[in-house]
């Protein structure tokens, strides 16, 4: 039998029409109880065809094996179908890829946070022969001793043998105790290295090893003072000094000549710098200077880029372009004249990267000596520059080429400075040894200048026995490609083989014997790497075969394919075209049938049930609950009942197990028919039948429980004298429930209660309805007007209110907003009466004229025009302004108690966090009024704001988050990083007072979260990074001028095992 077509491939099937044909064959087999072939494939649907691309894997069709597998060119996110290069990034590094390019590159280091300057070094210090030839020279035993040098000719080892690209430089920075998280200056580490290796080496007895550092960096100095009356020097001139470098000013200097001429500058004493002169015994004119005795081997240059800015008082790095060539003659340089060819050529430059002092970034710029090749060492990346320092044709903006000049203009400069001229012999020795032509090189950040002494012969270098790292780096490339191999030629071959099986799954014919598999067992075989074991289990039946309900969880394999997964995977159990289940398609059969009959009576008891709704209803005998039966009546037509069905008279049976009176909250109840109470009674006791008295029977007739009928009219009662009262206190106190101003007169008696108690009840006298017994209740008086006075001097702890003068009449000017309310000697005596008050603990108050005329003021204690009934003539000058009344009141006021209170408020509120505050930047030379004026008063704290900048017409606008311990110069270090305004010129106001403080904090100024400032830009100092700040900060706070302190560089026993 041939596949028949599929139509719509890509369109997923409604079940609407499957759905009807099996119920059609569900009710034609409950009623014949006979089950044909035909009614298996069907029930099975065994006859829709095989589905070709369909995208998704349809439920409905067994025949489907569509998205089991992506299409052919795609993927997914985990699994088999996983991209193939992120199943082998899941393998881990490949460390093939961290080997060398080649075996003549040399390897980096790893910088383990702020270990730029330590690589530099260290990579300096490798790349000479002779230093790393006296390193491998040190005994075992010596090692031993000496961890830092110990783990040094280690890793010495490993950048000289090991195959990889980057050696991880961790050991020796954690021996030597620092914190690779901070940066430190790449000279002084360099000082401080040599010094502990030269304590070190001297424990050794091979000789090229214990003087290794004095031999190659160590030379001579002496400052030489000559009296210019008698012509010698000094005694100190005799004494020479060591140096390992040699510092050399920059600024203002051009070239390494320029600043070694600036170095051996002679200096003349006179005036006030007059020198005594030990021969002469008189104070007399000299010269003083520094001369060159012995030079090292190799000659390290530090060029001075840190420079101290008095007027900023911070430190700047002087980035101009610097000049040195590649060959160096130090001959006329020496102090006394040599026969030895002092000519060096350059073997390293060390650059700083970035413009700040205290952080940026180091890398080495160095010469193979066996070479000739140029490196660039910038940690973990190692680049070829080829044959010149800053790598061949380079033109950047910090470093190249300049120009190459005749080494007689060299020799020329050389003679004039020192006030010598070259004989022919030593003129063609000095061409002879640097050539006939000095290239000279330019940097904007270069920071060390290495150069060495040219040799006549090479250096025969004795590599050390390393510690087998080039094997083991072999040996992981070849396991990590066997792995790598391994896995991916399983993943193919599990592909491969998935395909092939789903490409075999379809059953050609109806005729075919096939086998029924679980789609969640064949979801995980052709999505996982490694398969589980096959699990037939979750579409079994009881009775151990296929039931229909399990059509959507399983699929038809032909023969070929279940014996190729069986066969492989094993499991089970197997179940093949005749394990239908008979027994489960009768009690299905009755099931849909059992459905059919609970719909149709349910749709006939809804039109009953909304006839008793709408009052159609006249024969009702049984009580429900009103809203369960409406509830009920909007659900959706079911097959069989639900939870929702349970207990309609569950809202109507009071906790005594009785019918609840109607005048109940919720208990609203109607009458149902006894067919219609019948199937709700059913209903809920199917759902529940543990719970009979979820379904308690209330027929018509059924008594009231009398204990909550008694329960309810005691309430009734108390709500009706609730509300009496609550009436006859709104009319007692009319103006004060309305919150209607009462007119005040002079020298009338008043009383004072909290505006906060006032509040509270009105709200409880005009509650009605539903919230009348609900309201809140206030305190009593006698509690709330003893709350108001101190406890050590019983006197008043609230200033009494305002007045305000109203067309001639006093008011209180805010009753809502002040802490106390007057009100009439009448409303005191009432509320005593009402709310437990004791007349004699009052708080009175006595209105008296503050300077102004009583006749101004009319109206007396008994009679006052009310503001309801002015004359219109007095609405003229509606508000006048007057001086205000005083009120007297008794006790008096304890002034010390309300100070100290609001001194702790006062507290209180500027110890915030986290609050907002507002700054502008203002161009010209005054701020604009509104500016001025918003500066003066507080905004909302609250208010939410953006935090970028805003440009307005007077200039551009901040929010800042601060807290009350900020200072003012955190606050200038924000302003600088939000408007670009540096701090030293910043010029800050709030209003029209200048905040100057730095160390003030905007507690102490009173500054509050919403407060309005502005800052106008000086321009005074020169605009400069703020990263220089932050920089100076971090070092500042973690004790920078420390340097190496507390680590082995600067440890009194060196490394040394005790």
Known sequence: MSRPTTRSKNKRHRQGDN????????????????????????????????????????????????????PPNGSRKSGLWQKLSDIVQALGPDPCKD???????????????????????LQYLYMNTSFREGVFSVEPEVLKQHPVLDQLARLFAQLHASKMAFIDSAPFIKTLELDNGVQQDSLEFLTLLLSLLERCLSHSKVSKARTVVQDLFRGSVSHVTMCSKCGRDSEASSKMEDFYELELNVKGLKSLDESLDDYLNVEELHGENQYFCELCKVRVD???????????EVLNFQLKRCVFLPKTTTKKKITSAFCFPGVLDMRQRLSEPSQLDWVYDLSAVLIHKGTAVNSGHYIAHIKDENTGQWWEFDDEHVSNLGLHPFGEGSSNSTSKVVHSEPAAGTEEKHGLTNGDHMDAVQLQSFKSSIGSHVETFSSNDAYMLMYNLRRTKKVDEKIPVVFGASKIEIEACKRYKLKKDSELNHITGRRQEVRSVLSEAPVRSFEEPFYWASIDWLRQWADNITPPILDNTLIQCSHGKVPVSKVGSMKRLSAEA?????????????????????????????????????RDRRTLMRDLASDVLTGKCLDGTYYVSKTWLQQWVRRKNLDAPSEADAGPTVSIRCTHGQLMPEQAPGAKRVLVSEKLWLFFYEDAIAVKPDDPLGCKTFPLGSEQCPQCCVELSEV????????????????????????????????????????????????????????????VEPETLDFVIESLKCEKHLRLLERPPDLISKRGILFQKGSTTDGLTIITENDWNNFCEEWGGNKDKCISAIIEPGNVAENNLGGSCEETTSEEHLNPQDEVNNETETRQPIIRTCPE?????????????????????????????????????????ASETASEPDRRASKRSRKTSYGNSVNLKVSGSTSVYQLKMMIWESLGVVKENQILHKGSRIL??????????????????????????????????LADQKMTAQHAEEGFRGTLLTANISSQVV
């Open 99 to 121: 080997l060398r390019a080649s075996a003549d590159s040399p390897a980096g280091l790893t910088n383990l946070g702020a270990t730029c300057y330590a690589n530099s070094i």
């Open 562 to 598: 279940w014996t190729k997964l069986f066969s492989k995977y094993g499991g089970g159990p197997t179940l093949t075209n005749d394990d239908y289940c008979m027994a489960c398609l009768i009690d299905g059969a009755q099931s849909v049938v059992f459905a059919d009959s609970y």
């Open 893 to 933: 006021i304890c002034e010390d108690c309300i100070g100290e209170r609001e001194s702790c408020k006062l507290m209180q509120k500027l110890n915030y966090s986290n609050g907002d505050i507002y700054v502008s930047l203002v161009r010209g030379k005054e701020a604009p009024r509104s500016i001025l004026e």
């Open 996 to 1029: 100057d403080q730095e160390s003030a904090t905007l507690a102490d100024l009173n500054i509050f979260p919403g407060d309005k400032l502005w800052v106008q830009d000086s321009e005074i100092h020169e605009h400069r990074d703020i990263a220089d700040e």
């Open 19 to 70: 759905v009807n044909i099996t119920s059609e064959i569900m009710r034609k087999i409950h009623a014949t109880g006979e089950i044909t072939n035909d009614d298996i494939n069907q029930l099975y649907v065994i006859q829709k065809p095989v589905c070709q691309g369909c995208r998704v894997n349809t439920k409905d069709n067994p025949n489907c094996f569509c998205g089991l597998i992506p």
């Open 286 to 296: 000299a010269i003083r200077s520094i001369k060159l005795r012995i030079l090292p």
């Open 716 to 775: 009734a009662c108390l709500e009706d004298s609730l509300r009496a009262v609550k009436l006859k206190q709104r009319q007692t106190h009319e103006k004060l429930a309305m919150g209607k101003s009462i007119p005040l007169s002079l020298h009338c008696t008043y009383y004072l209660v909290p505006s906060s108690w006032l509040t509270k009840w009105r709200n409880y006298v005009i509650a009605s309805g539903k919230n009348i017994s609900s309201s």
